[in-house]
């Protein structure tokens, strides 16, 4: 009994003493594994252990610059092409107001020939003058002489030989500095200028016998009955003011429709130098050696008084007079002061 005492005794010692020393033991050992398993910081100067040395740092991709950022580009002044100017027109079409120049002196000759006036004949030769005059008569009447000198096929031709042997740009300036002298070496130009007074001439005529005989009209049917019927003016200046301002279809003249009739003094020599510029397709120089302002202001006194005759007219036979002498012995006087 006091041997089993006596080895508990010593059992107790032994558990007393070496537990602590375990205890210290386990401790240490816990220790060196926590701190075996932290990762050891680096200093800010070094790089991370796991990155080689001479590797740069990575950064993020750069973003595109802004269009405002951009550097504004400029061209000199002289690199920058200026837009070409407008091509010039012509001061007026000539082949239509031709066309209405050349219906206008069919109308007088046509009334003319009229055998016998009636109440509708007097009317619809009121508005057909109305329809057909206008203020670019006179300008028409010159085109028409420009045309028919224009149309002479020989003076064209020798024109398009000028060009071929020297040159359209040289034939140009001839024309620009000495037409007189250039044109007097063209074939056929004489005859050509003869043709634009002739059929001038001819026109001239036919609007003045036109004049006459409507005037001669006003007179002797005064004792009829239809001509002493009294019509309203207003009607009839309304509806002359309706034909005046309405559309008037007519083809361009071309040259088969010329006329060849000659007199023997020409028109004035722009007339013929407008031509050549025409047979070589500047239309542009054409117009605006025969375009007059004069002869717009011409046929508008025409028109005003043409208008202020009938709202004072109260029978058919004055109507006869207003178109004798207004709507043609008026604008008679306007196409010859347009061709001097």
Known sequence: MNKVKRIIGISALAISVFVPVLAVQASGIASQDASAAQVPTPAASEPPASAPASAPPASAPESAPAASELPQTTLPVEAIAAPPPPAELPAFDMAATAARFNALVGEADRLTTLRTLTPEAVQGALLSTARLSSTGISEGAASYAVLSAAAHAPFASSLQTAVNLLGRDAV?????????????????????????????????????KASTLLGEAAYSVQKEAWAQREVDAQLVLTAHRAASTSAVELSPLGASDMRNTRAEVPLDKRFLVAAAYHVLGDDVAST???????????????????RQCLAASRYPYEHLFCLSRHSFQESSGCVRDAIK
């Open 288 to 306: 605006k050696l025969i375009s007059r302002t004069s002869g717009k202001m011409c046929m508008n006194r025409v028109q005003l008084n043409v």
């Open 172 to 208: 140009m300036e001839r024309l620009k500095t000495d037409p007189e002298a250039f044109l007097g070496l063209v074939a056929s130009s004489q005859e050509a200028a003869t043709i634009a007074s002739g059929v001038m001439a001819d026109s001239l005529v036919k609007m003045d």
